[in-house]
């Protein structure tokens, strides 16, 4: 999940954070999925009914059953990218797939139009139509761009010649409407895009909000007990080993007494700097509550634990609060047994931490070591 500051949106309309864009396509490949086949399909069958057109306007049939011979390759290729449509699971390869397909339509359409030997006023209508869909299909705005601005170059330069009874002067105010109108379509296909990413970085801050302990930005209890029956129940299942680490802040209300909350609270957070440090990718850390930390550790047992839980002991004793008093926590470790439940687990562990502070705090206590003294 990305950073708030990395939410920003470049000239192009992508989020400049290369993994949030990922992330948003992604999200916009399953949004879109069910509907793009679909209106492929129309724009299949809108193509080709315009035969019925140019059956009544193209006398030499060579030229009509080549423009009916495009018009159903055309028709062919819709249906199968919408059946094709159903198989891509990646936004790159819809992306592509999509771009190359309007390229093809604004292909057919320069050559069915050249089988024209004059042209009417509705054939810049057609062009407006092509822009129209262009913008309305679901595609990256660069790419749009390229292929509406292939299409007006292409038939305004060539085809455009042969349009009859339009003179001069009302085709170039024809261009420059329709360059307003592509001007217009830009706009709106920038503002939607726009705020389509707008939406999901405000989706992805509340939920990072929800999940995320607003002092540390690491994981929040509800959070934590979502991940630990995720994995408590993936450990049970496949038999791996998952130990869990409760540790708490050393008399840390002396600290809040003598030194203020704002210093209180710088404590925490060079806390879960220096165990952000000392864990792994896969182990979840969260606040449990006030000055109480828990960190799940998956695929790892009591021994490899205690030794994680030591390490982090001793990194927070360098960190301190004033030239003669550094700051200290105490652990408790468990393992997860055969067939416990998530709350068994957890108050097995919050056990130790106890038991660490009664035997005067600044240890680390596991279960195997309790047992041992006991015996």
């Known amino acids: 999940m990305g950073d708030k500051n990395n939410y920003d949106i470049s000239f192009l309309c992508e989020f400049k954070d290369r993994n949030i864009e990922k992330e948003f396509l992604n999200y916009e490949l399953k949004r879109n999925a069910k509907v793009i086949g679909p209106i492929i399909i129309i724009y299949g069958l809108v193509y080709f009914v315009f035969v019925v057109s140019d059956y009544f306007s193209i006398m030499n049939t060579q030229s009509f059953q080549f423009i009916l011979t495009v018009r159903l390759i055309f028709l062919a290729s819709s249906v199968l990218i919408y059946m094709g449509m159903k198989f891509i699971n990646n936004y790159d390869i819809m992306i592509y797939l999509i771009t190359a ?43 749009a761009q390229f292929i509406s601005l292939f299409l007006n170059i292409a038939f305004f330069v060539f085809p455009a010649n042969h349009i009859y009874g339009i003179d001069t002067s009302v ?68 038999e791996s080993d998952i130990s869990l680490v ?95 439940s998530s709350e068994s687990f957890i108050k097995r562990g919050d056990k130790l931490l106890y038991e660490a502070k009664r035997r005067g705090k600044n240890i680390v206590v596991y279960e195997m070591e309790v047992l041992e003294e006991v015996r």
């Open 246 to 340: 409760f540790f708490d802040i050393d008399n840390f209300k002396r600290v809040n007494d003598n030194y203020g909350h704002m210093t209180g609270d710088k404590v925490i957070q060079d806390i879960v700097l220096s165990i952000q440090n000392k864990i792994r990718s896969t182990d979840i850390f969260a606040r449990w509550g006030g000055e109480e930390f828990v960190i799940l550790l998956p695929n790892t047992g009591n021994d490899q634990a205690a030794e994680m839980a030591e390490r982090m002991r001793i990194a927070i004793e360098k960190i301190t609060v004033s030239e003669s008093e550094n700051i200290t926590c105490s652990f408790g470790i468990a393992s997860l047994r055969e067939n416990e």
């Open 101 to 143: 397909y309007e390229f093809v339509a604004v292909l057919a359409f320069l050559m069915i139009i050249n089988q024209y030997e004059t042209l009417t006023f509705l054939s810049i209508l057609s062009v407006v139509a092509m822009n129209a869909a262009i913008f309305i299909t679901p595609n990256k705005l660069i790419n």
């Open 171 to 238: 085709l170039i105010k024809t261009i420059l409407y329709v360059i307003m109108i592509v001007t217009y379509c830009n706009i709106g296909f920038y503002l939607n895009n726009y705020y389509k990413r707008k939406q999901y970085a405000d989706s992805l801050e509340l939920l990072r909000l929800s999940i995320t302990d607003s002092l540390t930005g690491i994981f929040n209890r509800a959070k934590f007990n979502e991940e630990l029956k995720k994995w408590t129940d993936y450990c049970s299942r496949y």
